[in-house]
């Protein structure tokens, strides 16, 4: 079965600073991976996702992640933060299983930002 | 194109009371899906059907929680009776048929269930 970790529960980051998150992803075929933010009392909002090809997605509000296979990553980076971007930030693996697609949440890393 | 809708936004009540969320999928969407996010926490399954079959209710907790989709479009959840365990956020999300490629899915705004 498929599994999401996020190690970093919160983050704090100063305005204009660059932002990493981390996403850790266990699941034995090609994944299918997205970074979802939901801000206060919101929906969750797709930001990007890999299905396949250049292993740099490029997403909405100016971030980007990479997938790494050999270390079953799939990193959102920004590189200069916006006082708006503090939010809830999740990762997601999708697969196909016999019951059809199936998506896997991590976690969630909260992000603070700093004036 | 429309969302994902969802409602009520907002629902408060006491245990042992009993509630119902209601969720209209894209149009043309085969696949829907009902997720509960605790605070604090990822959203988690519960429930997924395709057209008006279950495909997956492992993670539906069944003494309490019901769901149907009876003419494979728009959809309810129901609990009866509700804990205190059970405030959470219920979305609803839908995508394609997912039987022979990934689909994405497409999520609603949510319910904010608050269980006194």
């Known amino acids: 079965a498929q599994s999401v970790t996020q190690p970093d529960i919160h983050i704090t980051v100063s305005e204009g600073a660059s932002l990493e998150l981390r996403c850790n992803y266990s699941y034995g075929a090609t994944p299918y991976l997205f970074w979802y933010v939901q801000s206060p009392g919101q929906g969750l909002q797709l930001l990007l996702k890999?299905?396949?090809?250049?292993?740099l997605v490029q997403g909405i509000k100016g971030f980007e992640a990479e997938f790494k296979r050999s270390q079953s990553s799939f990193n959102l980076r920004k590189p200069t933060v916006h006082w708006s971007d503090a939010a809830e930030y999740f990762c997601a693996v999708g697969a196909m299983v016999a019951a059809g697609n199936k998506l896997t949440f991590g976690g969630g890393t909260r992000v603070l930002v700093k004036p | 194109e429309a969302g994902v809708a969802q409602s009520p936004r907002y629902k408060i009540i006491e245990k042992r009371q009993s509630v119902a969320f209601w969720c209209n999928p894209i149009?043309?969407?085969?696949?829907l899906y009902w997720y509960q996010q605790i605070l604090g926490q990822g959203p988690k399954l519960l429930i997924q059907?395709?057209?008006?079959?279950?495909?997956?209710d492992s993670q539906l907790p069944k003494d309490r929680f019901s769901a149907e989709r009876l003419k494979g479009v728009d959809s309810t959840l129901k609990i009866q009776p509700a804990k205190l365990e059970d405030s959470a956020v219920y979305l609803c999300a839908s995508s394609a048929s997912g039987l022979r490629s990934y689909n994405e899915q497409f999520f609603g705004p949510g319910t904010r269930l608050t269980v006194l």
């Open positions: 890999y299905f396949s090809g250049d292993t």
């Open positions: 059907f395709q057209n008006n079959g279950v495909v997956d």
């Open positions: 149009s043309g969407h085969a696949t």
